[in-house]
């Protein structure tokens, strides 16, 4: 205790708070019995501190969420090594600063290597991570005490401390008593009276006597015995309770309270009984009457000396022998189990001393007798199961190599004694002499485990490099704690044939080593038969005789709950149910890697048999505890299954069971067992791979107290024809899941001829008869046809760039010579017109064979246009770095960029020679191309990364080369488009639709690249994402170490925190191989003045060591530091995520890709990157002009391993997109004129990439045919619901006869924003008269461009905290909506509210960048409807997101630094708003601001409110207006300060904003709107606004309101009064 309050002291704040999060204490007791005692205990004493304590043991299980919470963890050794055997990501293991060891001296037992295993890990962990943990070992007093203490690592001056017995507070008497006797009956006979005896005489003295047995049915025989001897004696009364220590009748009460007849019948004759076996409450009554002193003679069993603190005068021992199931033998009671019990005698406080008796046989008493006068040093039994802990550490990727696994066999106590007595453990005094540290039989002890592991399949052991790597079967053997005995077993039994039914199962399991001394006796023969014929439903292999036949038979009579009757036989059971569940579990990992799918289903229902302690055959209701037997006896009877029950009413399921409260129960358990609805869309890739998206719905009803938080299913492909799994998944379904459809997304191999169908089935982990399936039928399926050749590449000369014949265009490239691509594409490029479509691998050279293309456009067509297309605007920001030093400055030439960060001016686009843009840009401003001069000049379309076209983005490319080409044609003028691409499989199709003949087509092979590339393919097993990114850091450090110690390395993984996690790994396995700085290549100084700069302390950190990070969240600054530094091969490492692969051209020696799956915040799993993003990652691998060859390794997912095989080797071919997001470039063409009629709609299908590969490859979307009139059905079909669903959106009108389209305003506004239809349909539902901020604030963040937002993993518990903070909460179960994010963030950001993590600090910027187009948007929407207040309303949201203030905030605190005094200070002189300061007397002013603001802060504020427009509003019109006519009111705006260019002063919003002003008319009587203006003011306007006059005379005041889009607090209105006659 006093070390775990020094360690909850060091967490401590000054206000007495404890820093719960920052550590967790480990407590390892032997027995689940003393781990409940300590739970107990602690949680009592540390309550008031807010520590939480729990038990963690078998009988405990804690979630990922519980264990998160705990800051007290007590658990056993086994159960904590499995816990560190599977904890890679660290979270737990590396957040325990304390781990204490109860009876440490159990090293010298059976379970003596757990211990070992334990420590020696704690221990490498601390020298691996250079994180303190402290090791506390408690234990009785030991012979050798300084052995244990070095091998915990203690410090023998201020960490030892030895008390010897006697220092014992209360001082025992010993009494060892020899029974001699006949036979075993008569001994037992003889020991019963001695201790009867014994006890008589202590409690003749006053005294409380415990007598320990070592069997829970002879605690009660053995008390029975004790009194029925009392009777006889006629001392009875003598045992009975002294009722005057019962206050107030407590001992009756509690004897009433008691359910268990024995335990009442004792203890009303002053005796007791306590074990495990009996109930937590029956246990607790008899521990607190043993307390009260009630209880004069308590029998119990050994587990109470263990666990619970319960002290007597007198402690006897009644007999030495005791049952071992696991040795499935009798065997001698341990001298330190007996010390643990004489323990127990003496209370302090209470006695002087206390009594210890032993009764044991004759012939053991010397034994004993012995054991007390010569205590022996305890000696390590870690050899018996040393091949399972090194399976157990090189699973957990710990001991990779011989020789970390000898270093690792250095920290156990093993190596400790073997120093001390070599002899024991086999080695000679000359081999000690020779090899002190005895690394030669280190050596040979790994070599012979390893040996033994290498046979069982369990590791992979390369004698030759002495390297160890783990396989599935070591892993499920680490994981599951099954030795490697059993799984060498399992390789002969279960693996050779996929065919097993569930007996042969069931008799290899029950073969298993973790049986082996399970005995056959004689005594049991005829109960085992007799439980053989009523109890055992599937046929026994072995029969009776075999220990694996009874191991079968005791296991069989578990599930049918028989009634057992030989003790050794429920001994026997409850060993057998202790571990045949995990060995299960662990055979059922095994055939399911294996592929093999009847057996996976039957061991999987086998597994949830033992769990449920159910026979399949049962009715599916024997699952809910609340349904009664004879209920479902009557269903059984009836032959009432699942799906029947289903199907029936209330009142017919009453008929059935005669009671209608359990007819209800019944009907709602039905609804309630598990059940997915599957729908499976096959889409073919190629004639081999097949891409399978499964739509997955839950088909039943939620309950937390049946389901808990999440049900595991496993969802898997099989082919029953061939028995064989193609893929798995483990899905789990968490609650806030069952209202959506979940889809999967997964690829499959098919072969041909092609089989008739393969079965999707989903199997709930949990439940039984709680499975699906469905068919995927092949019938229709039309595989895509093969795929055309490759271009060759020729062997040509090289090229000097001198041909090129311009001393200005030579001067653009750095080097002598083109590369062989560039050579080859050199005469189409540079020499022709023709379109080009240029396939090439990563990283050979394809920008410069485009730029070839330009310098033909400058010279030959100097009055047109280059437009060059990224996918993203990080590659669009490359090439403007790249060009502005090339044609910018070496050719003169203007360049703008065009991107959601840069909106260059019409002048700027007008004048440019190259736009660089991404495709929604291009998108947006081409759709109104006959407006746009600057459109029509495009001369040449440069498309990077053109096979991105399969993706999300991809159909905006597509309908960008569909609308260029189209212009083109109407235009009678050619536009060149030179599309770049990766390697690709179909690039025919490709080249077919850009309008590409036979010269502009180059299709190189993946690998023909200017620097060769090699590639490393590496599979990870783990179902979970996290760990299995932990497993990947070791390997990454050493394939930096191996294929790259010198040269740059580039690292991808998936998020930002994935970069630190791997850096400081990287920095951790340097330090183990003490060489921390071996990845930094600057000096120490360098680096310190360069770390100056740095803001973010974690790169700050990781730099220091030579390893950079790079990712979206850092700032710019710190982006371009470790750029630089990696440039220049400052720094050797490089840890980024993916976005680097894009953007910034960083090639590096080796590129390691840790992991190719990343969150999807939509739908909340980790999904797959796409193949063409681990090509692009894989590109920058190998250095041109640096390296002759590059090396790539991919760690994947192990079940991806084949996929990835494949498509890296052989191009992945491109399928359009398009189909799915149809409804948005349909409206846009509506508007644009280009669609007219539903014909036109058909025609605009066929000039798309869609329309090319859905003849070429037509199962892949849909379309069962390839025949004209089933085309063109299919194309008319998928343009009405098109049309239909545009039409309910309102966006467009469609004439039902005739089929002509119409924008509707919903159609235009949407399309001109660049907004969904379906946004559009939010807005023609939500928009109305009455909308105010809150609502429209909830419209905003409603629409689709938030759908994408990302919801990482556990960010809505962020979402939860954050709601707490914020005005409008958004309902409780929607934290992991993206929509209910993007109204935290805007709350957030007008609230000023810190972001919980730095990822926010991104989304924000993100919901910002969407939010002012939106805003726009529905002011258009609102004013269409002619709807004043809700347009006022907007308006103002929209200053509220530019400015990051409320609406009822004073407009005077949007300025720097005012805070609440100064705002104070201000509205006592009556200044409350921005007009009043600008007409404040600044003198006045500036003293004000001089007692709150230093100069700096008074700058800073006056140049704010100097660019803060100070407008004057002024109207004349014509008061007397006709009826019905239109009134023209001429508005001056005058500007009285200087118009700043520099844009809207607005600190919080993330990019640069122009200032934009609206005039409205409107009439607040009656809440319309009559008119609306956008207007642009410089310094002064003159503008007419119209409206109409009413239809009747009458008198009327309108207002003419004049609202910024970009401040606050600046609105101006001015009356408008007419007469209307």
């Not at 390892?28 to 009592?44: C, R």
């Not at 005012?1458 to 200070?1465: M, Q, T």
Request: with cysteine; charged share 25%.
């Amino acid at each position: 205790m006093l070390t775990v309050l020094h360690e909850v002291g060091e967490h401590m704040n000054s206000d007495g708070t404890v820093r719960l999060d920052n550590f967790k204490i480990v407590y390892v007791a032997p027995m689940k019995a003393l781990a409940q005692e300590m739970q107990e205990k602690f949680s009592e004493r540390l309550r008031s501190l807010g520590v939480r304590v729990r038990e963690y043991t078998g009988d405990m299980q804690l979630s990922k969420k519980e264990l998160a919470e705990t800051q007290i963890i007590v658990t056993t050794p086994e159960k904590w090594d499995v816990t560190t055997r599977k904890s890679n990501d660290g979270s737990l293991v590396q957040t325990v600063k304390l781990l204490i060891f109860d009876e440490v001296h159990l090293l010298h037992e059976e379970r003596g290597p757990v211990i070992e295993t334990l420590i020696a890990r704690t221990l490498r962990q601390v020298e691996s991570t250079q994180s303190m943990v402290r090791i506390v070992g408690l234990s009785a007093t030991l012979p050798n005490f300084k052995d244990v203490a070095e091998f915990l690592h203690v410090n023998f001056d201020t960490g030892l401390f030895y008390f010897p017995a006697s220092y014992r507070p209360v001082p025992l008497e010993q009494t060892y008593i020899g029974v001699r006797g006949d036979n075993v009956m008569l001994q037992k006979s003889r020991m019963t009276d001695v201790a009867f005896r014994k006890a008589r005489d202590s409690v003749r003295h006053g005294n409380q006597v415990m007598v320990f047995v070592h069997s829970r049915k002879d605690t009660f025989k053995t008390a029975e015995a004790l009194i029925e001897m009392a009777r006889k004696s006629e001392c009875a009364a003598l045992f009975q309770p002294d009722l005057k220590k019962d206050d107030g009748g407590k001992l009756k009460r509690e004897i009433g309270s008691s359910r268990n007849h024995q335990l009442s019948q004792l203890l009303q004759e002053g005796f007791g009984m306590h074990h495990a076996g009996m109930l937590r409450s029956d246990r607790n009554i008899v521990e607190r009457l043993f307390k009260r002193g009630l209880i004069k003679v308590l029998v119990c069993t050994a587990t109470l000396a263990w666990g619970v603190n319960l002290p007597a005068h007198t402690v006897i021992i009644k007999g030495t022998q005791l049952y071992d199931s696991k040795r499935g033998r009798f065997v001698d009671l341990g001298m330190l189990d007996v010390m643990q019990i004489f323990g127990r005698a003496g209370r302090p406080q209470y006695d002087t001393s206390g009594e210890g008796i032993i009764i044991t046989g004759h012939d053991r008493l010397s034994h004993y007798l012995r054991l007390l006068t010569n205590q022996l040093p305890i000696e390590s039994q870690f050899i018996h199961r040393l091949p399972d802990n090194l399976n157990a550490e090189i699973s957990l990727g710990t001991v990779t190599t011989m020789g970390e696994a000898v270093a690792w066999l250095g920290y156990t106590y093993l190596m400790i004694r073997m120093c001390k007595n070599p002899m024991h453990y086999g080695v000679t005094y000359t081999e000690y002499q020779m090899d002190p540290s005895l690394v030669r039989k280190r050596r040979e002890l790994i070599d012979v485990a390893a040996r033994a592991l290498d046979r069982c399949r369990m590791i992979r052991f390369d004698q030759r490099t002495g390297t160890l790597s783990s396989t599935d079967l070591g892993r499920v053997g680490a994981n599951y704690y099954i030795e490697h005995e059993t799984i060498e077993l399992f390789n002969e039994k279960l693996l050779v044939n996929d065919g097993l039914d569930e007996a042969d199962i069931l008799g290899a399991v029950c073969q298993a080593h973790e049986f082996e001394n399970v005995q056959v006796r004689e005594d049991e023969m005829e109960e085992l038969e007799g439980i053989l014929k009523k109890a055992c439903e599937i046929p026994v292999r072995g029969g009776v005789e075999n220990k694996y036949g009874k191991v079968n038979i005791l296991l069989q009579a578990y599930l049918s709950k028989h009634q057992l009757r030989s003790f050794s036989l429920i001994s026997d059971t409850a060993y057998v149910v202790q571990n045949i569940g995990r060995i299960l579990r662990g055979v059922f990992e095994i055939v399911l890697k294996k592929g093999f799918c009847s057996m996976a289903r039957t061991v999987l229902t086998l597994c949830k048999m033992v769990d449920k302690r159910l026979w399949e055959s049962q009715h599916a209701l024997n699952q809910f505890s609340h349904i009664p037997y004879h209920a479902l006896r009557k269903l059984e009877d009836r032959r009432l299954g699942i799906e029947q029950l289903l199907d029936m009413q209330t009142q017919e399921i009453s008929n059935v069971v005669r009671v209608p409260k359990i007819a209800r129960d019944i009907e709602q358990a039905v609804r309630q067992i598990p059940y997915l609805e599957l729908y499976p869309k096959v889409q073919p890739i190629t004639r081999t791979v097949l891409r399978v998206q499964l739509s997955v719905e839950p088909a039943f009803q939620w309950n937390d107290r049946v389901h808990g938080t999440v049900e595991p299913w496993w969802i898997w492909v099989e082919d029953t024809e061939n028995e064989h799994i193609y893929h798995v998944e483990y899905f789990l379904l968490h609650k806030k899941q069952m209202k959506e459809v979940q889809e999967l997304c997964f690829t499959i191999p098919v072969f041909e001829p092609l089989p008739p169908q393969y079965f999707v089935r989903a199997i709930s982990d949990r439940w039984l008869w709680a499975e699906s399936e469905v068919a995927m039928d092949f019938k229709h399926l039309l595989l895509p046809e093969h795929h055309s050749p490759h271009t060759e590449l020729l062997d040509l000369q090289p090229l000097p760039k001198k041909v090129l014949r311009d001393p200005a265009a030579e001067k653009l490239f750095s080097f002598t010579h083109f590369n062989p691509i560039q050579t080859q594409v050199y005469h189409t490029m540079r020499h022709t017109d023709h379109n080009v479509l240029l396939g090439a691998p990563t990283g050979s050279g394809k920008t410069v064979a485009a730029e070839l293309a330009m310098l033909r456009l400058f010279e030959e067509y100097p009055q047109q246009k280059v437009v060059y297309i990224g996918p993203l605007k990080a590659l669009v920001r490359e090439r403007m770095k790249d060009w502005r030093k090339k044609f910018v400055k070496g050719l003169g030439k203007r360049m703008v960029e065009l991107t959601g960060d840069f909106t260059p001016d019409i002048r700027a686009l007008k004048s440019a020679h190259i736009v660089t843009t991404t495709p929604e840009k291009w998108d947006g401003i081409s759709r109104s191309w006959q407006q746009r001069s600057y459109v029509k000049q495009a001369g040449l379309i440069i498309i990077d990364e053109i096979h991105l076209l399969g993706q999300d983005r991809g159909p905006i490319v597509e309908v960008i080369v569909s609308r260029m080409r189209h212009i083109a044609t109407q235009m009678q003028q050619p536009i060149r488009i030179v599309g770049l691409s990766t390697a690709l499989a179909n690039a025919h199709d490709l080249a077919d639709w850009l309008g590409i003949e036979k010269p502009g087509l180059f299709n190189f092979k993946p690998f023909v690249r200017p620097v060769p590339l090699e590639i490393h393919i590496q599979g990870y097993e783990g179902k979970h994402y996290c760990p299995r990114m932990a497993t990947m850091n070791k390997p990454t450090y050493q394939a930096i170490v191996s294929h790259s110690p010198f040269k740059p390395a580039l690292v991808f993984v998936s998020s930002r925190r994935q970069t630190r996690l791997t850096a400081l790994d990287l920095i951790s396995f340097c330090v183990r191989d003490e060489n921390p700085y071996r990845f930094c290549r600057a000096d120490q100084s360098e680096m310190a003045a360069l770390l100056g700069k740095v803001r973010d302390a974690n790169l700050r950190h990781t730099l220091s060591f030579g390893i950079g990070l790079h990712h979206a969240g850092l700032g710019e600054t710190d982006r371009d530091v470790v750029e630089a530094l990696f440039a220049s091969n400052k720094i050797q490492v490089l840890v980024s995520t993916s976005t680097l692969a894009w953007g910034v051209n960083l090639p590096a020696h080796l590129v390691v890709i840790k992991g190719t799956e990343y969150f999807d915040g939509k739908t909340g799993r980790y999904v797959d990157f796409p193949i063409t993003d681990v090509l692009q990652m894989m590109g920058r691998a190998g250095r041109p002009q640096f390296d002759d060859s590059g090396v790539a390794v991919i760690m994947v997912h192990e079940p991806k391993k084949n996929f990835y095989k494949k498509f890296l080797y052989e191009p992945f071919p491109v399928e359009s997109s398009l189909l799915d997001v149809l409804h948005d470039h349909i409206m846009a063409e509506v508007v644009s004129g280009t669609i007219a009629d539903r014909q036109d709609a058909m025609d605009y299908l066929t000039w798309t990439y869609f329309y090319r590969r859905l003849l070429v490859n037509p199962s892949y979307y849909g379309l069962e045919g390839t025949t004209p009139a089933a085309v063109s059905t299919f194309l008319s079909e998928r343009v009405d619901e098109v049309l239909m669903d545009l039409q309910e959106a309102e966006c467009v009108k469609v004439e039902e006869e005739s089929g002509a389209v119409e924008a509707d305003i919903l159609g235009r506004i949407a399309s001109y924003y660049y907004l969904s239809y379906q946004t559009a349909a939010i807005f023609a539902n939500d928009i109305g008269d009455e909308n105010d901020i809150e609502s429209l604030l909830s419209v905003l963040c409603a629409t689709a461009e938030y759908d994408e937002l990302p919801v990482r993993h556990n960010e809505d518990l962020l979402n939860e905290q954050l709601a707490e903070e914020v005005r409008i909460k958004p309902p409780a179960f929607s934290y992991g909506d993206p929509h209910s994010k993007a109204s935290l963030l805007l709350q957030a950001h007008f609230s000023h509210l810190t972001l919980p993590i730095s990822d926010y600090v991104t989304d924000t910027k993100s919901v910002l960048d969407q939010a002012i187009r939106i805003l726009q948007a529905m002011v258009d929407v609102a004013a269409d409807g002619g709807w004043l207040f809700t347009t006022l309303n907007t308006m103002q949201l929209m200053q509220m997101v530019v400015q990051a203030c409320w609406d009822d905030a004073p407009s005077i605190a949007t300025l720097p630094h005012v805070d609440e005094a100064l705002l104070r200070v201000l509205a006592q002189k009556r200044i409350q708003c921005i007009p009043e300061l600008f007409s404040a007397n600044r003198s006045m002013l500036a003293g004000l601001l001089k007692k709150n603001m230093s100069d700096r802060k008074q700058k800073e504020f006056f140049a704010a409110l100097d660019t803060i427009p100070k407008m004057s509003l002024s109207i004349s019109y014509n008061k007397n207006v006709a009826i019905d006519v239109e009134v023209d009111v001429k508005v001056t705006i005058k500007r009285h300060n200087q118009y700043k260019a520099r844009g809207v002063y607005c600190p919080r919003y993330p990019k640069h904003m122009d200032e934009s002003w609206w005039l409205v008319v409107g009439d607040p009587e009656e809440a319309e709107l009559l008119a609306l203006r956008r207007v642009n003011i410089r310094d002064k306007l003159t503008t007419t606004i119209s409206f109409l006059s009413p239809e009747e005379a009458t008198s009327a005041r309108y207002w003419v309101y004049l609202m910024s889009g970009s401040y606050v607090g600046i609105d101006q209105q001015q009356p408008i009064d007419i007469s209307v006659k």
